[in-house]
């Protein structure tokens, strides 16, 4: 049997073990996983499954080579020490089914090829073991598949762990909270159909058996400034379009809908409504079956889809200039509807949408809002409701998620695994507000993980006493403290340009930030830039040079956006709003609460360092996320994108760090393992310690010493051409083990094979010869009771039938029936017949005659007519001429023909005198004349009357069958016959005499024709005849030695004629 490998989408390799059975994959079955480094003999095809493994690992160029070819061969996971790279193959690579996580389940993190789940078992084992928390952050740019792979995760965690006793409702829960969040907030945007529009934190809690018993989600940064505008090619969140295009006509008649998406504003900025790899329908069921899922009462849902509804009337709310240039609300339909979906009174909401509150020395004063000013308080109502009812949907999931089991553990006896679903780094065009907080974000997790990353190589380092030697890295903690640092960070700057009174402008801000803060390397703008850059500067931008790169944002509606204010006039309505959710939404306690709300930045600050806390306090693993395309074209790996991405998720950063020390680490007894082949002292087997085992193996390979160093339990390799050189004489020297193995093998498997066909032929002979033998002896018995039967037989063979005797009589009977039937006379004429024994005499003659008789039957069957015909006329014959003519012997074996005569040979005149009478018979014969005797050819003819006697073409004589009397003819073997008619006949003119060649078959036919079988006479010596009237002739036959006929001197005819039989 060969060694046979298969190669599959994962990256791993199996070695099948059955050549005609399909290759299993899942653990136990007849695949043999092959471990992580197997792959490697391979990587110039494959590329490196771990870019520590890389050569040239300060080469982008290599790094993104390596991607390329992974992401060529549908390999789209790649490790980066034991952070996970993810490329989205924008298509289903079938790597995801349960057999794929039972693959993956309770494997060591290298034994198996790079993938999402094998991360998430080595978490979830360490969370298991360790009893620690655990936090998996998965980072990327939108659409590079971040909200895929927490959905993979929570898969693989719902499949594998073990159900909770009461139940799976929260397994269910968890997974269904994922569509719901979705389609709130999730929205399609150029670069991906179903972009996460906020960052997710989730807490997923596991109780002491592994089972998950709890969740809990936080949520950061909506952006919520999507209900109110869209890019063109973009959409608003999901659930309206749902909404409006599943829900079903009462529900949309309720909340005065229309399906159309175009006639609501807030839809049609992005001009992009319908989208053909979106099924909002579809979506739809899936969200409504979802909300039941996770506890929400059809109340519930009904107010939560009013104030979706409510969302979408506030856009159709338009305004009109009156006489003092004041804003009035124009479409009081619309109006009627808010008021009912949001529970609020109609006259205080208008008031509230066209003017604002202003409090001045304890005194409230209203001021009407102009056109612009109407606009702005609506679309920042809209934005308010929606985000606030996100956070409340947050929370309505975070208590559906949490343990309502009062006998359960509390949160702090059980362990948590985190899943970190943030935006990645993004850097576009135009950037703004949002991508400030999202890149600070960033920022944040680069320093974290930096930071953690080293933390766990050094403490892997000192357990296994290797010296820890200082690594040379960017620490971007000068860039976080420009952003963050009280008094003189930018947010600081910005909350104070924000909350100072006077006139502040994003341009006052710009200004402040430059005389604050000019002096530092990682802030430009335009007048602090020198001359050359300066070009690329506009006066409203600065510049931050991140990690990352270098990124210019715009500082229009910086503070705009950091204040997110909602006029008060239109809080208060709010807050008497009667909904459920909206009470819970805006609380009344906001009204009197004289301290100022804090801005979005300061707020995303606080709750992004409490998630650095967060993250901090847990185990945590990394997943990076990659966008080969901006097309999402399964297949296509554009470079320029990849190297953008590569530079901004910092990996080239993680490689270095990682590989600053020593490029592979394994245990001993793993590597020993592997590879105790390539060493006679180690190989098959190490009686030793592990550790003493890899010291010999590595000098026997001519390891230097600046190549490796022995841990306690790891040994550690600097180099990757150490490993490949290694592996490499592994893949060499497992041919020559193969060759051994497979002789081995084959002389053991047909030893075996021989051993078990020789048991069997042994066990079957011997079956067989005792089969024999039983038989034998039967058969030897049964012939001793049989002969004694026939002799006690034989001996009483005369006596009356008795038991004594009725055996052997019986197979006398019995044995004459069988000869009976093999001697059977063949024809009629076969006389033969066996000779019966006296008890079947009677019995065998019955038995002949039968025979006779059918044999005959079947005789006389089988003839046709004609010969038919021929026997009765042979059986005439025989009666008339047997024993009394000499020449009748001869005629025997000559058969009668049915004339002498062709028609052509009888004269037409003949035939016209004769009428209608056929001719049954003719035949030539001589007559003799009556006087002289005189020899005279004539043919005689018989018809159905007559005989008839013609000479040429004249009818010289008739005799009517009733006219003849009789018919003469000798014993001799002459051919003479004479036909006697009667005397009173005056017609005729006397008897006739005749000669024929055929004398037996003429007279016969004659005979049979006439009637006159009775009356031919055979006479010995004389025949006499009537010669004429008053005058008979006599014709004399005398035996002599020739046939010779004469007249005699006494005037008879004289005939002689030889004797041919004595009678």
């Known amino acids: 049997m060969a060694l046979q490998v298969e190669l599959i989408p994962t990256g791993e390799i199996i070695r099948v073990v059955h050549p005609h059975r399909p290759c299993k994959l899942a653990l136990g079955s007849d695949g043999v996983r092959v471990t992580m480094e197997s792959a490697l003999t391979a990587r110039d095809r494959v590329g490196v499954q771990d870019f520590v493994l890389l050569e040239n690992f300060t080469s982008e160029a290599a790094f993104i080579e390596n991607l390329r070819r992974r992401f060529r061969e549908n390999l789209i996971y790649t490790y980066i020490g034991p952070v996970l790279v993810s490329v989205n193959p924008y298509r289903d690579l079938q790597i995801y089914s349960r057999q794929h996580m039972e693959r993956y389940r309770g494997v060591s993190f290298y034994e198996v090829p790079p993938h999402l789940f094998a991360v998430a078992d080595t978490v979830y084992r360490a969370l298991r073991t360790e009893r620690r928390d655990q936090a998996v952050m998965i980072s990327g740019e939108s659409g590079a598949g971040k909200t895929e792979a927490t959905k993979r995760l929570l898969q693989f965690y ?50 002491f058996k592994g089972a998950p018993v709890g969740g809990h989600i936080l949520s950061y940064l909506l952006e919520k400034s999507r209900v109110v505008h869209q890019n063109h090619g973009e959409r608003n969140f999901h659930i309206f379009y749902q909404l409006l295009e599943g829900g079903e006509e009462e529900l949309l008649r309720r909340l005065g809908l229309e399906r159309n998406p175009q006639s609501y504003l807030y839809l049609v900025k992005g001009q992009c409504a319908k989208v053909s790899s979106i099924n909002d329908k579809s979506d739809w069921k899936v969200v409504r079956k979802a909300l ?15 104030i979706v509804a409510s969302v979408l009337h506030l856009g159709n709310i338009h ?66 409701v929606y985000s606030r009812t996100f956070t409340w949907l947050v929370e309505k999931i975070n208590r559906s998620l949490a343990s309502k089991d009062a006998e359960s553990p509390s949160w702090r006896s059980t362990t948590v695994l985190g899943l970190l679903d943030i935006y990645g780094f993004e850097v576009f065009q135009h950037n703004s507000f949002e991508q400030f907080c999202i890149n600070y974000c960033n920022e944040k997790l680069q320093q974290l993980f930096i930071e953690l990353t080293l933390k766990s190589e050094q403490e892997e380092y000192e357990a296994e006493g290797i010296a820890w030697e200082p690594v040379q890295y960017f620490n971007n903690k000068i860039i976080c403290d420009l952003v963050e640092e009280k008094f003189k960070g930018i947010i600081s700057i910005l909350d104070e340009e924000c909350l100072r009174p006077g006139e502040a402008t994003d341009l006052t801000f710009l200004e402040k930030l430059e005389d604050t803060v000019k002096h530092h390397p990682h802030l430009l703008t335009h007048k602090l830039a020198d001359q050359r850059t300066r070009k690329s500067l506009g006066r409203g931008e600065f510049r931050l040079l991140h990690y990352a790169g270098e990124v210019t944002y715009s500082v229009t509606g910086f503070l705009d956006k950091n204040n997110d204010l909602l006029f008060r006039n239109l809080k208060e309505t709010m807050c008497s709003s009667e909904s459920p959710i909206m009470s819970q939404c805006f609380d009344r306690s906001e009204l009197s609460d004289k301290k100022r709300p804090e801005t979005v930045a300061t707020q995303f600050k ?17 997943v990076r996320c990659i966008k080969p395309n901006d097309a999402k074209q399964p297949g296509r790996f554009d470079e320029v994108l990849i190297r953008h991405q590569v530079k901004y998720l910092g990996l080239m950063e993680n490689l270095r760090v990682r590989r600053a020390g020593f490029a592979y680490r394994r ?92 048991r069997s032929a042994i066990c079957i002979q011997s079956w067989w010869r005792g089969t024999l033998g039983r038989r034998k002896a039967a058969k030897r018995k049964w012939a001793a009771q049989t002969i004694r039967r026939l002799i006690r037989g034989f001996i009483l063979r005369h006596a009356p039938r008795c038991p004594e005797n009725a055996f052997f009589l019986d197979h006398v009977r019995t044995s004459f029936l069988l000869n009976l039937r093999r001697q059977l006379p063949r024809n009629v004429l076969d006389t033969s017949w066996p000779t019966p024994p006296p008890a079947l005499r009677e019995a065998s003659e019955l038995l002949r005659e039968l025979c006779v008789k059918n044999m005959v039957w079947k005789y006389c069957r089988s003839i046709s007519p004609e010969w038919k015909q021929q026997l009765q006329q042979k059986a005439v014959a025989s009666e008339i001429f047997k024993g009394k003519k000499d020449n009748y012997p001869q005629s025997v074996p000559r058969l009668f023909i049915s004339t002498r005569l062709g028609t052509d040979e009888i004269s037409p005149k003949v035939l016209q005198a004769l009428g209608s009478e056929p001719i049954q018979y003719a035949v030539p014969v001589v007559k003799y004349d009556r006087k002289g005797y005189k020899p005279r050819s004539r043919q005689l003819l018989l018809t159905p009357n007559a005989v008839v006697i013609v000479e040429d073409a004249k009818v010289k004589q008739r005799i009517d069958y009733a006219n003849l009397t009789g018919i003469s003819v000798s014993s001799l073997s002459d051919s003479l016959f004479v036909l006697h008619v009667q005397r009173e006949d005056n017609k005729q003119k006397g008897d006739v005499v005749l000669q024929s060649d055929h004398v037996i078959e003429t007279l016969t036919k004659v005979a049979l024709s006439a009637d006159r079988v009775n009356n031919i006479n055979i006479n010995q010596g004389s025949i006499t005849f009537a010669g004429g009237p008053g005058r008979d002739g006599v014709i004399d036959f005398t ?12 005037g008879h005819l004289a005939v002689v004629a030889p004797r041919l039989n004595s009678r």
């Open 1039 to 1050: 035996p002599g030695s020739e046939l010779l006929i004469t007249k005699a001197k006494n």
């Open 606 to 622: 606080m709750s992004l360092l409490q998630l650095v806390e967060i993250l901090k306090s847990k185990e945590p693993a990394y």
């Open 667 to 758: 245990k001993y007894e793993v590597f020993l393992q592997r590879y105790k082949s390539l060493c006679p002292e180690t190989w098959p087997t190490w009686a030793g310690r592990p550790q003493d085992g890899v010291a010999v193996l590595v000098r026997h390979l001519g390891y230097k010493p600046e190549e490796y160093k022995m841990g306690r339990t790891k040994i550690f390799i600097r180099f990757p051409k150490t490993l490949f050189a290694t592996e490499d004489a592994l893949e060499v020297r497992r041919q020559s083990l193969a060759t051994k193995i497979q002789a081995a093998w084959r002389g053991f498997h047909w030893r075996q094979k021989f051993l078990r066909v020789k």
């Open 292 to 306: 039941t899922v996770i506890d929400f009462t059809e109340d519930e849902v009904e107010d939560l889809l009013s």
């Open 158 to 207: 719902a499949e594998t762990c073990p159900a909770p006793e009461r139940g799976g409702a929260v397994r269910d829960r968890l997974l269904q909270s994922n569509p719901v969040l979705e389609a709130f907030g999730n929205a399609k945007t150029l670069r991906n159909d179903n972009s996460s529009r906020f960052g997710k934190y989730m807490d997923v809690q596991f109780d």
């Open 319 to 384: 305004f009109a200039a009156d006489e003092e240039s004041n804003a009035q609300v124009t479409t009081e339909n619309q109006l009627k509807y808010l008021t009912r979906l949001l529970s609020v009174e109609g006259s205080t909401l208008r008031e509230a949408l066209t003017h604002r509150k202003i409090i001045a020395k304890g005194e409230e004063l209203l001021s009407p809002l102009n056109l612009e000013q109407a606009a702005y308080a609506r679309d920042a109502l809209a934005k308010a």
